[in-house]
């Protein structure tokens, strides 16, 4: 595969920075430079850091990790609600340009305060809404608040196999999803993607999740075959094939059209 891929989530995992435990884990070191070494393969051009719940809200060390990877890569951070304005907008001038709620392993601003702090991100700096969750638990209520959003992204293809209705429901409203963590999902992944394309073929974007901390096994070069395999078999026009890998992501994260 030589085309350009956007990498939607990623890791930087800095000791250098504080570190948090959750549920008694630490994750090991992962580095910038493990991460270009790590994907020296993959023609990644651009991405999204995504801050992990062993990260809390410390921006430090995204904002180091921005710097040295350049401005195609942006960050999607973990902010308290009580967080001002003036670093919002800080944060954003850094290149963070979503909010990250991580309802599945904790150590963000909480589910109830989703609403609020989604739209004042919006509103200020144009931020989107990251959402790691099992959308099997999106209930009702929950789904009237996301489809709400300006706009919103969901992690790993929505975990579980049980959440994929509720996931293709969503997608109908405009939401974005990621297929990424094949190493953590509950799910066949093929089935999930060739759902998902059918609904809204600029619904999905592709991501390593490296370095996979806490998954049963870590990405692998080959879950990109099988996503590129999937669409191509499903008789995808190379064009929305590469968009899938790049331009849905960089349209959504950089305000860059598809190519």
């Known amino acids: 595969m030589t085309q350009p891929v956007f990498d939607a989530h990623l890791h930087i995992v800095d000791s250098a920075f504080p570190l948090v435990e959750n549920e008694g884990y630490l994750p090991g070191q992962f580095t910038v430079a493990d991460y270009r070494k790590r994907t020296d393969e993959l023609h990644v051009a651009g991405g999204a850091v995504v801050s992990g719940s062993f990260q809390a809200f410390d921006q430090g060390y995204l904002i180091a990790a921005l710097k040295k990877l350049g401005p195609t890569f942006v ?32 150590g963000s601003a909480s589910l109830g305060e989703l609403d609020r702090l989604a739209r004042r991100a919006h509103d200020l700096a144009g931020w989107h809404t ?44 405009g939401v974005k999803v990621k297929a990424t963590g094949f190493g953590r999902i509950k799910m066949d992944p093929a089935t999930a993607i060739r759902a998902i394309m059918k609904v ?36 995808f026009a190379p064009d929305q094939v590469a968009a899938v890998f790049w331009g849905n992501a960089a349209d959504f994260y950089l305000n860059v059209p598809p190519q």
């Open 75 to 106: 960050g999607v951070t973990q902010i308290p609600v009580d967080t001002s304005d003036r670093q919002i907008l800080e944060l954003h001038e850094a290149g963070v340009r979503a909010v990250r709620f991580n309802v599945f392993r904790g």
């Open 130 to 173: 990251e959402l790691y969750i099992d959308a099997q638990k999106i209930d009702n209520d929950l789904a009237r608040i996301i489809t709400a959003l300006p706009a919103v992204s969901i992690d790993h293809l929505g975990m579980t196999a049980g959440g994929l209705p509720t996931l293709l429901r969503l997608v109908e409203r």
């Open 200 to 235: 809204d073929p600029t619904a999905l974007m592709v991501g390593t999740d490296l370095p996979s901390t806490r998954a049963e096994r870590p990405f692998r070069n080959e879950d990109f075959q099988l996503i590129q395999q999937t669409l191509e078999a499903e008789g």
